[in-house]
């Protein structure tokens, strides 16, 4: 064969190669060395050491050659570690990402990004029938000059309100600040809403609701939480923390049910692991909703929570209120939401 043609037949057989690149294959003694990092990590951060034993245990079992051998690929082998993980926690996870993959999709917007450029999650905020403010958000951003203006222009929209309706079905949580400066608006004086204990620095952080507030407190109103299964992390924490104080109605499903706050460890090659290492105290309760989720005060589908607060709210409402005109909006709109 000449070498024209060698080489000619080569580049053939090189476009035929599927598209996976060699970097998709992660070796044996790579992936091993992943589990013992992962291992050692959980060892030393975790934040409920009684259950690192059995974890250690269950990432042992993943270990053998065979079964590595089985996972040829980055993507497969983190999202085997990650159900695995989250069997314990499900703040737990593995993730993998191709380093030299060269792609053309846009780059993948974080949760705090699209939280920063979406209204800190704010998605709905309106006045109901009967005078009763409604607040739908998706996430708790950072706290920030950005996102404290857009907490205040959301408060000051409903701040003559006779009731609040806080509408949590779809959020997935986010910062504990943003909790403080949420609760802030419902609490006449200053109140510990939780406690973090941190494995690393074995110290506890206290959360008490902010007195940095623009606009006017609503401490006496009365507040609905509605919940789902999706309900998680500090979204979580905010109904728990106002369930406990009594400062809130929770109504719709249990929540997710994860309580301990992770942190990131990157272990290269595109690997990164999240490993919760903080634990959330009330200081009423004395512990969290880790696994059991916050319970709500009136159980209902999620697709039946909002209505079904909305009517709480109205006959609250009808039974204090002294202006007869209001009474009579809030008769109409019971008699619509009761005739089906």
């Known amino acids: 064969m000449t070498q024209g043609r060698f080489v000619r037949n080569l580049i053939i057989s090189l476009l035929l190669i599927p598209s996976m690149t060699f970097a998709d294959n992660?070796?044996?003694?790579?992936?091993?060395?992943?589990?013992?990092?992962?291992?050692?990590?959980?060892?030393?951060?975790?934040?409920?050491?009684?259950?690192?034993?059995?974890?250690?245990?269950?990432?042992?079992?993943?270990?053998?050659?065979?079964?590595?051998?089985?996972l040829p690929d980055g993507n497969k082998f983190a999202e085997v570690i990650n159900e695995k993980l989250k069997q314990f926690d499900r703040h737990f996870s593995l993730s993998w990402s191709n380093p030299n993959e060269i792609s053309t999709k846009p780059r993948t917007e974080s949760y705090w990004d699209r939280l920063d450029r979406k209204n800190s999650g704010f998605s709905k905020v309106e006045i109901l029938e009967g005078n009763i403010g409604y607040i739908e958000f998706w996430g708790f951003d950072r706290v920030n000059v950005k996102s404290e203006q857009r907490v205040a222009n959301v408060m000051s929209f409903i701040s003559e309100t006779d009731a609040i309706i806080f509408d949590l079905r779809n959020n997935g949580g986010g910062s504990p600040r943003m909790i403080q400066l949420l609760s802030g608006y419902l609490f006449n004086e200053r109140t510990q809403l939780s406690s973090i204990y941190w494995r690393n620095s074995d110290e506890t952080e206290e959360f008490w609701t902010s007195t940095d507030i623009r606009g006017k407190k609503r401490p006496t109103i009365p507040i609905y939480v509605l919940t789902s299964n999706d309900t998680f992390s500090a979204a979580e924490a905010f109904t728990y923390d106002l369930k406990s104080l009594k400062r809130a109605t929770i109504v719709g499903e249990t929540t997710g049910g994860g309580a301990n706050p992770m942190r990131f460890v990157d272990f290269g090659d595109g690997f990164i692991a999240g490993i919760p290492y903080g634990r959330a105290i009330n200081p009423i309760t004395k512990t969290n909703w880790e696994w059991v989720g916050v319970t709500p005060d009136i159980e209902t589908s999620r697709e039946q929570a909002l209505e079904t607060a909305y009517i709480s709210a109205l006959n609250t409402l009808l039974n204090v209120s002294r202006n007869d005109s209001q009474k009579i909006e809030i008769k109409n709109k019971l008699k619509d939401l009761t005739a089906h």
């Open 26 to 70: 992660i070796d044996n003694s790579r992936k091993a060395e992943i589990l013992s990092n992962l291992k050692q990590e959980i060892s030393e951060q975790y934040i409920i050491e009684d259950s690192i034993p059995g974890i250690l245990a269950s990432l042992d079992s993943l270990s053998s050659t065979d079964f590595l051998v089985k």
